[in-house]
Nanobody
Framework: QLQLVASGGGLVQPGGSLRLSCAASGSIVSINDMGWYRQAPGKQRELAAAITRGGTTNYADSVKGQFTISRDNAKNTVYLQMNRLKPGDTAVYYC??????????????????WGQGTQVTVSS
């Protein structure tokens, strides 16, 4: 069964750093876009950063220069390096991936998958 498992969240003081990881496992042919979304209490889920298979990145204006997204295609893993964290970055962070799988018939499918979410709390 295909799944995305996120890790690396926690409690950090303002100005600190965290690195999130999200590993995809299962019957994967390839993974196209991967990304990190976040949802703060009382707010809608929003895109923080995304990366294509070729490494092209896209960031929300609120995290540009502060967060860095990267991926390891051989490990089917996406990372989010978060620096100079602020209380406003407190949220549950979800990883997302567009995954190509193959049925026993040989037909390829492209589906979107989500990780379970990892809590990031920035507080003194």
């Amino acid at each position: 069964q295909l799944q995305l498992v996120a890790s690396g969240g926690g409690l950090v003081q303002p100005g600190g750093s965290l690195r999130l990881s999200c590993a995809a496992s299962g019957s994967i042919v390839s993974i196209n876009d991967m990304g990190w979304y976040r949802q703060a209490p009382g707010k809608q889920r929003e895109l923080a950063a995304a990366i294509t298979r070729g490494g092209t990145t896209n960031y929300a204006d609120s995290v540009k220069g502060q967060f860095t997204i990267s991926r390891d295609n051989a490990k089917n893993t996406v990372y989010l390096q978060m620096n100079r964290l602020k209380p406003g970055d407190t949220a549950v962070y979800y990883c997302n991936a567009r995954v190509i799988t193959q049925a026993t018939t040989g037909v390829l499918y492209s589906n979107e998958y989500w990780g379970q979410g990892t809590q990031v709390t920035v507080s003194s």
